[in-house]
């Protein structure tokens, strides 16, 4: 019995299979064609969708949350 190949996200927890997802989506490329980080100061939209998915999954309730959490 060989072993399947086309599942690479068997072992990972979830957070890391949902930043590789958003790898394959190619983040920056629509952050370029809609102008996301125009007016950005220092948190760039791929860092804070990041940090928004660790807080959704991680059912926190605050920034400081987030922050001590990652």
Do not use: W
Request: contains cysteine; proline residues 3%; aromatic residues 8%.
């Amino acid at each position: 019995m060989g072993k399947n190949t086309e599942i690479k996200l068997v072992g990972q927890p979830i957070f890391k299979q949902a930043i590789n997802l958003i790898d394959a989506i190619n983040v920056s490329s629509l952050v370029k064609k809609h102008g996301a980080d125009h007016y950005y100061k220092t948190f760039k939209a791929k860092p804070q969708l990041v940090t928004m998915l660790f807080g959704v999954l991680s059912r926190c309730d605050s920034m400081t949350e987030i922050c001590e959490g990652l």
